[in-house]
């Protein structure tokens, strides 16, 4: 298993613009979360899917949407780019939604936004 | 709301010296914690846990929930631990992880030879 996949590695665009993120999470994980990280600061929570559903959400404008499609996968939305939107996405994917401990997140490479 | 603090951006130690990273944070229930590191050109991963209890590559840390902190060790710091390294916290509410982990800044550890 190559773990969890995201795509493009890189992109760039204009302010105003729209932007879709990819992600693939490891095999037989349902969980998938995504996470904004600004360089020079960790990563910050922005959605957490399961089963296809939203099941948890951090303090991000309505811009920023997401989806979880019935293979897994998920894709990350956001539209009326700002300058400020420039950063790393990660999307994480563990196993399941509860447990005892707590199932691992597994983290995708990210994929480098810039906005100009 | 819950919040993670790293207080040293930056940490350098010399090979074979111990090493303590910081990690304090602010939750009024009872947190998951989490250290991640991510050496270069990899991605982020986890290091260890709390519940856990276990030493991975020589690294423990350990739970206080008097001082708010969970700060990482390693008494014999060694080349191959240069890298960035985050504290991380999750909120469980009735046994049901959010996956919303909540991350320090994060910590430049580099041992020199």
């Known amino acids: 298993d190559a773990g969890v996949t995201q795509s493009p590695t890189h992109l760039i665009k204009t302010r105003g613009q729209h932007v879709t993120l990819r992600c693939s999470p490891i095999?037989?994980?349902?969980?998938v979360s995504w996470y904004q990280q600004v360089l020079g600061q960790g990563p910050q929570f922005i959605f957490q899917?399961?089963?296809?559903?939203?099941?948890g959400r951090g303090n991000f404008p309505d811009r920023f949407s997401a989806r979880q499609f019935p293979n897994y996968s998920s894709e990350l939305n956001v539209n009326a780019l700002l300058l400020g939107d420039s950063a790393l996405y990660l999307c994480?994917?563990?196993?399941?939604?509860?447990?005892?401990?707590?199932?691992?997140?597994?983290f995708g490479p990210g994929t480098r936004l810039t906005v100009t | 709301a819950q919040r993670v603090t790293q207080p040293e951006k930056l940490l350098s130690v010399f090979k074979g010296a111990p090493v303590e990273l910081k990690c304090n944070y602010s939750?009024?229930?009872?947190?998951?914690l989490f250290w991640y590191v991510q050496y270069s050109r990899q991605r982020l991963q986890l290091l260890l846990r709390h519940i856990s209890r276990e030493s991975i590559k020589g690294f423990t840390a350990d739970l206080n929930k008097g001082e708010t902190s969970f700060h990482l060790k390693k008494p014999f710091a060694q080349e191959e631990d240069s890298a960035m390294y985050y504290c991380?916290?999750?909120?469980?509410?009735?046994?049901?992880?959010?996956?919303?982990?909540?991350f320090g800044q994060g910590t430049i550890l580099t041992v020199h030879p």
């Open positions: 939750y009024s229930g009872s947190p998951e």
């Open positions: 994480a994917s563990s196993l399941a939604l509860s447990g005892r401990p707590i199932y691992e997140q597994y």
């Open positions: 899917y399961y089963e296809k559903e939203e099941r």
């Open positions: 095999s037989g994980h349902k969980s």
């Open positions: 991380a916290l999750e909120v469980q509410r009735n046994g049901t992880s959010y996956g919303k982990l909540t």
